[in-house]
């Protein structure tokens, strides 16, 4: 169910929007990108970074701009897909970020669903992870 190329420039968009909010530390940009329903849903890589809801996702943006100085934000390798009005997409993140002075990169999974609401993508639900690495026998 692969995304029309018109829904992928789309949400191409959105996620643009995303890495300038996230860069310029705006939290009303990135809130703009969330759907206003109460069961709208962010989880980070933290244990305690389970979110829902635009006033506990305000709390996640707060405190994840609280940690650095600069940020940088980029998605790679995506796919998108959609079903009538919902999109479900998938990719890499990378996270460049300076804290206490200290350049770091940060690469993360991606998963995220979406709904148009008056011809509007928004995110109803994001999910970034840590991937874990062992070696393999």
């Known amino acids: 169910m ?8 789309e949400i191409q968009s959105v996620l643009d929007k995303f890495c300038a909010g996230y860069g310029k530390k705006d939290i009303d940009a990135l809130l703009s990108l969330f759907d206003a329903d109460p069961d709208v849903l962010v989880i980070g890589t933290g244990e305690d970074e389970k979110r829902t809801g635009l006033e506990e996702i305000r709390i996640q943006f707060e405190r994840d701009f609280c940690q650095s100085e600069q940020l940088t934000v980029d998605f790679e390798n995506l796919s998108i897909s959609q079903k009538d009005e919902v999109c479900w997409i998938a990719g890499d993140t990378n996270v460049y970020l300076t804290a206490e002075g200290r350049a770091m ?7 995220a669903v979406l709904t148009r609401r008056d011809g509007k993508w928004l995110f109803v639900q994001t999910h970034f992870s840590v ?7």
């Open 2 to 9: 692969q995304a029309t190329p018109q829904t992928g420039a």
């Open 131 to 137: 991937p874990f690495s062992e070696p393999a026998e």
């Open 105 to 111: 990169h940060v690469y993360l999974r991606f998963t």
